[in-house]
């Protein structure tokens, strides 16, 4: 598996697993803390839905 910061090879069971080490697990914790990781929406979330058959 490839440690999904740097992309480096990374076995099964090491001791930072899946990182490579603990660098690259603090900047993923970075970018955890700093709101970079997003799941993706359909729309906007603060846009109320407009129903088109209420009219």
Same mark, same amino acid.
């Given at each position: 598996?490839?440690?999904? #910061?740097?992309?480096?090879?990374?076995? $099964? *069971?090491? /001791? @930072?697993? /899946?990182? &490579?080490?603990?660098? &690259?697990? $603090? #900047?993923? $914790? *970075?970018?955890?803390?700093?709101?970079?990781?997003?799941? /993706?929406?359909? *729309?906007? /979330? $603060?846009?109320?839905? #407009? @129903?088109?058959?209420?009219?």
């Amino acid at each position: 598996m490839k440690c999904p #910061i740097c992309k480096k090879e990374v076995a $099964l *069971g090491e /001791p @930072d697993f /899946p990182f &490579c080490s603990e660098r &690259c697990q $603090l #900047i993923d $914790l *970075g970018r955890w803390a700093a709101e970079e990781y997003r799941i /993706p929406v359909a *729309g906007d /979330p $603060l846009q109320p839905e #407009i @129903d088109e058959d209420a009219e």
